[in-house]
């Protein structure tokens, strides 16, 4: 209402001032010459609207930064009003672009990528993530269908077919090693965004979980198997069966027993080592009475068959869990005299290390172990000699062991070893594990 009144209020206002001064002049100068003045007046308010109008037109090409024109009455009311427009839409726009831009850097920083395509599937925009999982480059290929540039079939038959919620795993020819989890999200008219995530690594871990669970079955099946063989024939024959025969028959289905009960405490072992909290530096572990233990344990173990020693140089006590100590340094001897012949030669001793440190090492003069053995020798159920291992009470699990309760302290496991010769493994602790003051 205001800006109509405005117009007409000023409009008015100029035609009444016209009137007055024209019959103001009427009985001075005549009818012909106030009738004359009144045009002219006119004339020149047409003048007056036309030019305004023109600045107007000019303004309205460069609102943004030119400044207002300057005009009277009426006009005066429509540039201010005008500019007030203006500024409200710049700011508007400017509010607008912050926020696409920081959408864009926020989708740029994700890990996953995004690509928006269009009800054609061709490329409307693509963010870091998603240029390094699909081999794509953004700049060249935006305005291009996908299914040109990444034309894996599974991918080109997930996208153009039905749409599912399911996720698709695939891995790209681009990249040999990377397995992608792929998902269509449908957005606005029959647009579409690709999401892709780099699942290499729970890929992986879910290979090893059922490779294990496929280890621990086989090495169970084996001994339980053997076990109830014994048991079916002891069932079925134990009459006619010499009372040697089936005391033997008793005694190889004991050893498979205790086999699979070894395997079970190793597997308990592990998790607990897996999942329980770090050990603490609170409890000091005397290395001496540790080490006399595990000495006399080792001359149970090899019962006479080796010549097995002892020397004591190191720190006198480590902070950490003895338990878990225990277990990692016996597997170390155990393993040393398990895998020497008989006549060989076994020698523990616990050192100083550089730097302060401490080390535990194991020398064997038994059968070694070829080079291309070692990186693997602490993954679960590897052997370099299956029979053997098993032959000898191993598990395959003593070096996972080791590995983790050595980590838990750590400290790190070194391997040297030259097959036929014997081999050395030594526990190193960091100088932060010994226990100062001495005990
Ligand atoms: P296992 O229960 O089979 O001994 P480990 O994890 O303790 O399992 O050891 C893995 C493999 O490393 C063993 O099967 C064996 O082949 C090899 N190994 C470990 N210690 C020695 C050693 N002192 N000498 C020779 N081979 C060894």
Same mark, same amino acid.
């Given at each position: 209402?205001?800006p109509?009144r405005y117009?007409w209020?000023?409009?008015?206002g100029?035609? $009444?001032a016209f ?6 002049? *009427?009985p001075?100068f005549?009818?012909t ?9 006119l004339?020149a308010?047409?003048?007056y609207?036309?030019r305004?109008l023109?600045k107007?037109v000019? *303004?309205?090409?460069?609102? $943004? ?5 300057q005009?009277?009455?009426?006009w005066?009311?429509v540039?201010?009003d ?6 409200r839409s ?7 672009a912050q926020?696409?831009a920081?959408f864009?850097e ?9 690509i928006l395509?269009?009800a054609e599937n061709? %490329?409307? *925009?693509i963010n ?10 953004g700049?060249r290929?935006?305005?291009?269908? $996908? ?5 894996q079939?599974?991918?080109v038959a997930?996208l @153009?077919?039905?749409?599912t ?5 695939c ?6 090693g990377?397995?992608?989890s792929i ?5 606005g008219?029959e647009? &579409?965004?690709?999401l ?5 690594q729970?890929?992986?871990?879910e ?6 669970v496929?280890?621990? #079955?086989h090495?169970?099946k ?7 063989g014994?048991?079916? @024939? ?5 009459d006619e ?6 005391r ?5 289905a004991?050893?498979q027993?205790?086999r699979?009960?070894h ?7 592990l ?5 329980s909290?770090a050990?603490s530096?609170?409890e000091t572990v005397e290395?001496g009475p540790?080490l006399?233990?595990i ?12 010549r $097995? @020693?002892?020397?004591l140089?190191g720190p006198?006590g ?7 100590l ?13 895998y ?5 030669e076994?020698?523990?001793? *616990?050192?100083v290390a550089?730097g302060?440190?401490a ?7 038994g ?5 291309h ?7 679960r159920?590897y052997?370099v000699?299956?029979?053997? #291992?098993?032959?000898s009470?191993?598990?395959g699990?003593?070096l996972a %062991?080791v590995?983790?309760a050595?980590s ?6 070194? %391997? ?9 493994? &030594?526990a190193v602790?960091?100088?932060e594990r010994?226990?100062r003051?001495?005990?």
């Open positions: 209402m205001r109509a117009v209020g000023g409009f008015g100029a035609l $009444i009137l007055v001064v024209a019959l103001a002049c *009427w001075l005549g009818a010459a106030a009738l004359l003045l009144f045009v002219a007046l004339g308010l047409f003048f609207h036309l305004s023109k107007l000019l *303004w309205t090409r460069e609102p $943004i930064g030119t400044p207002l024109p005009a009277f009455g009426v005066d009311y540039f201010a005008l500019s007030r427009h203006a500024r710049l700011n508007q726009r400017d509010r607008l926020a696409l920081r864009r926020a989708t740029s920083a994700m890990p996953s990528g995004v395509l269009s061709f %490329i409307e *925009w870091p993530a998603a240029e390094l999982h699909f081999g794509l480059d700049e290929d935006t305005g291009k269908p $996908i299914t040109n540039l990444v034309r079939p599974d991918f997930y @153009t077919g039905e749409r919620a399911e996720p698709l795993t891995r790209l020819a681009r990249h040999a990377m397995v992608l998902q269509i999200v449908p957005f008219e647009q &579409s965004m690709v892709s995530r780099d699942v290499t729970f890929e992986k871990l290979t090893m979980r059922r490779d294990f496929a280890n621990v #079955s090495e169970l084996t001994p339980l198997t053997v076990v109830s014994f048991l079916e @024939t002891l069932d079925e024959m134990l069966l010499p009372p040697e025969e089936a033997r028959y008793l005694r190889l004991t050893e027993a205790g699979m009960q395997l079970v405490e190793d597997l308990l072992e998790a607990a080592l897996e999942t909290a050990a530096y609170d290395m540790l006399d233990t000495m006399n344990e080792a001359l149970a173990l090899s019962a006479g068959r080796h $097995i @020693t002892l020397e140089d006198v480590l902070r950490g869990s003895r338990k878990e225990h277990s990692a340094l016996l597997n170390l001897v155990s393993n040393a005299v398990r020497t012949p008989e006549g060989g076994v020698r523990l001793r *616990w050192n550089a302060g440190g080390r535990f090492a194991v020398t064997d003069t059968l070694g172990i070829e080079p053995h070692l990186p693997r020798l602490t993954e159920f052997r000699d299956r029979g053997r #291992s098993r032959e009470g191993g598990t699990l003593g %062991i590995k983790h050595l838990r302290h750590q400290a790190s496991l070194q %391997i040297e070893s030259t097959p036929a010769v014997g081999s050395t493994f &030594s602790f960091p100088a010994v226990a003051p001495v005990l």
